[in-house]
């Protein structure tokens, strides 16, 4: 997903007016109500948690770096003229605050009993799924101690960068939290060697690297890395471990298909240089395994390319009503074909006017290596087609030509939002054969009622389909596929909590049926951009790979450590990933 053009929201500037029922600051967790033979990890109350001296020893063997976790909004509460809406939907701003996740939905316990909930201005806070303590990781040995600290008291982990996950994966209640935001080395070389192999020009980055500065740093070199549309996701965190998309991808193929080495400090607590001749298995898992299941990145290295001049167009078409969206669909799913030969990428985002029958198709085009001319040429038989159209005006259209570096450059995320989202990687097949399907399946899902949009990426084809013989992790539906494809569902902090859970669970229960029919019923999602209620995520997120990234989580995970929503092992944890079920 990209933020480069604020989208419109249902939520903006309407948080104001709530009630909040009493709720218990610590809430009760299930861990304690769960017969003993059963697994948990320790929590307040628990015989085996640490006590304050246990806390403070750690502490003082990390340099002071533990810190107490405050959700965003208790942050905002106690901070000396509160938050700005401004400040809110900041993802720089937000990144500076440890308990912060981008989407606040993920700090809410909704599914706790009694649920722990924490509001902007609101009047109680509870915990909710924060963590309840961080280290403030600046070295390996605070990761190497931290691990081993969670180890031995047996504590739930959470690891984050820049908690930008859309699926919550870097929160967890009652866990310990390493916060990799502060590993902040970046180095380039051009003759970066894995044993005597040299793999050429490369870029080193450590886990709290923000892509804006990859691309800053790139540009000073006269390189360019594949990066996501996004000014704060980590280049080597979560980003890396689901695969990467990019608008560089159908030129240079998905981020995780350039990497050369990860140093990762793993459950043990031993840091390792993992590439392809050490720790081989554990290289295929990090790109493209899912993010957070198999121990702290410390830094990842990938390759980058010469950088070059190409031109971003942004187009915005508006519909008059949901059956001229529909044949727009279908015209614009004929003529992705028109980006394949210069491998360009396109973010076809349709959000819907909540107020009348208009819905707008926004298409963020990046030209690769394309002058203004010729990005027009590429884009003249759409753009013609579509205005032929009964229904269809171009409301805005701006033409771009600069270094890619500052097109991918971004000044901030516009975040804050509660939001989940359910996504599927829509194969060539669809496009080639049947886009008509497309416009159908659109309609169908404007009629029912979209609480945002459906937001589009042809980030696929070209260097990403011509990359399938690299042996990873990474889910081969991506290397069939044309575009990757997100609903979103988005609600205030106002809606009574049925209501909430109805949203959360939307893409499954109604949107999924739909989509389905342009997807194909086995189709695949790129796990980074999904929904976290995926029930058979096993195949949906890494399809035939499942067992042998099993196989390699028992190797370097035994104890389940490393335990993420709808991630490798996952199946053997409730929820919270605090008991065994
Ligand atoms: C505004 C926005 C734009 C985006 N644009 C794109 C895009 O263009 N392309 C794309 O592919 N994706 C995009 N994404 C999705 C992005 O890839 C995921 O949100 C990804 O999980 C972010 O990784 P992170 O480490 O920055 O986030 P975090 O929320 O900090 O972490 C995400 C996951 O990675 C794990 N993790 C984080 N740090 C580490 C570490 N040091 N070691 C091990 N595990 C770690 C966490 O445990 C969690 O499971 C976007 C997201 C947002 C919010
Ligand atoms: C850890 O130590 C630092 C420095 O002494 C202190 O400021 C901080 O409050 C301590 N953290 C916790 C959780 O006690
Ligand atoms: C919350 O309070 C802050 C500070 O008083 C204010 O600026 C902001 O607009 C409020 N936000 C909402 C959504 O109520
Ligand atoms: C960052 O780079 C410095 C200088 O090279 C080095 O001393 C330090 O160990 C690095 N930090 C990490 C976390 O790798
Ligand atoms: C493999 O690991 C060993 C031991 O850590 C290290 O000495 C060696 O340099 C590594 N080799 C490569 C190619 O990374
Ligand atoms: C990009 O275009 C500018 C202006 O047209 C030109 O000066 C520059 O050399 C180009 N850069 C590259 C890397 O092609
Ligand atoms: C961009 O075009 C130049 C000049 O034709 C070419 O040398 C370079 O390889 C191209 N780069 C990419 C990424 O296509
Ligand atoms: C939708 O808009 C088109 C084009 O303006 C119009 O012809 C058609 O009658 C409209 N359909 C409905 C159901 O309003
Ligand atoms: C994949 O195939 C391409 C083209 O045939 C080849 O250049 C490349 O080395 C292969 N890569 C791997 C990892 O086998």
């Given at each position: 997903m990209s933020t480069r053009r604020e989208l419109p929201s249902l939520s903006m500037g309407f948080l104001d007016a709530l009630v909040l029922p009493?709720?218990?600051a610590l809430s009760s967790v299930r861990a304690a109500e769960t017969s003993k033979t059963q697994m948990c990890r320790n929590v307040?109350?628990?015989?085996g948690y640490p006590n304050a001296a246990a806390w403070n020893a750690l502490n003082a063997s990390i340099s002071g770096r533990l810190v107490t976790m405050v959700p965003s909004a208790k942050f905002c509460a106690t901070r000396a003229g509160g938050c700005t809406d401004a400040e809110w939907t900041s993802a720089v701003f937000r990144s500076?605050?440890?308990?912060?996740?981008?989407?606040?939905?993920?700090?809410?316990?909704?599914?706790l009993t009694p649920p722990s909930l924490c509001y902007l201005n609101g009047t109680t806070c509870g915990q909710g799924?924060?963590?309840?303590?961080?280290?403030?990781?600046?070295t390996v040995a605070d990761i190497q101690t931290a691990v081993k600290f969670a180890a031995a008291h047996n504590l739930r982990v959470a690891v984050k960068a820049s908690g930008h996950d859309y699926l919550g994966r870097s929160t967890a209640p009652f866990s310990l939290l390493i916060h990799?935001?502060?590993?902040l080395n970046i180095s380039f070389t051009d003759t970066f060697f894995v044993g005597d192999q040299n793999m050429g020009f490369a870029a080193t980055v450590g886990s709290g690297v923000h892509s804006q500065v990859v691309y800053q740093q790139s540009k000073a070199n006269g390189r360019i890395a594949v990066g996501g549309s996004?000014?704060?996701?980590?280049?080597?965190?979560g980003y890396l471990q689901g695969a990467g998309h990019s608008a560089l991808a159908p030129t240079f193929g998905l981020a995780a298909d350039n990497v050369f080495e990860f140093h990762i400090v793993v459950a043990s607590g031993e840091l390792l240089k993992v590439n392809s001749v050490n720790n081989t298995d554990l290289f295929y898992a990090l790109r493209?395994?899912?993010?957070?299941?198999w121990g702290v990145i410390v830094s990842a290295t990938f390759r980058t390319f010469p950088t070059f001049n190409s031109t971003f167009a942004s187009i915005t078409l508006t519909a008059t009503n949901n059956t001229a969206m529909a044949s727009l669909a279908t015209l614009h799913a004929k003529h992705?074909?028109?980006?394949d030969a210069s491998r360009s990428s396109q973010y076809f985002y349709l959000i819907k006017?909540?107020?009348?029958?208009t819905s707008t198709m926004t298409l963020s085009n990046?030209?690769?290596?394309?002058t203004i001319t010729q990005s027009q040429e590429i884009l003249a038989p759409f753009i013609k087609a579509a205005q032929a159209l009964?229904?269809?005006?171009?409301?805005a259209s701006s033409y771009t030509y600069a270094l890619i570096n500052d097109i991918l450059f971004q000044q901030d995320d516009s975040v804050g939002f509660n939001l989940v989202m359910g996504s599927r990687l829509i194969p060539a097949a669809t496009y080639r054969d049947s886009p008509d399907v497309v416009g159908k399946v659109y309609q169908r899902l404007l009629d029912q009622g979209l609480t945002l949009g459906i937001l589009g990426h042809l980030?696929?084809?070209g260097q990403v389909a011509a990359n399938?013989?690299?042996?990873?992790?990474?889910?081969?539906?991506w290397r069939t596929a044309k575009t990757h494809v997100i609903l979103i569902n988005e609600w205030l902090d106002s809606l009574p909590l049925p209501q909430i859970d109805t949203i959360r669970r939307q893409f499954q229960d109604s949107q999924l049926p739909i989509f389905e029919q342009m997807a194909g019923p086995n189709a695949g999602a790129y796990s980074n951009e999904?929904?976290?209620?995926?029930?058979n995520f096993q195949t949906t997120f890494f399809g035939p790979n499942y067992a042998k990234l099993s196989a390699i989580k028992r190797k370097y995970d035994p104890d389940d450590l490393f335990i993420v929503r709808?991630?490798?092992?996952?199946?053997?944890?409730d929820e919270w990933g605090l008991c065994m079920v």
């Open positions: 009493l709720l218990c307040p109350g628990s015989a500076e605050i440890p308990g912060a996740m981008n989407q606040p939905n993920w700090e809410q316990g909704y599914d799924d924060d963590p309840l303590y961080s280290v403030e990781a600046e990799t935001s502060k590993l996004a000014a704060t996701v980590c280049a080597a965190g493209g395994g899912g993010a957070g299941s992705l074909v028109d980006f006017d909540p107020s009348s029958a990046y030209m690769i290596n394309q009964p229904g269809i005006t171009i409301t980030v696929a084809g399938s013989n690299i042996s990873s992790a990474v889910n081969p539906a999904a929904d976290i209620m995926e029930p709808t991630g490798v092992g996952s199946e053997r944890w």
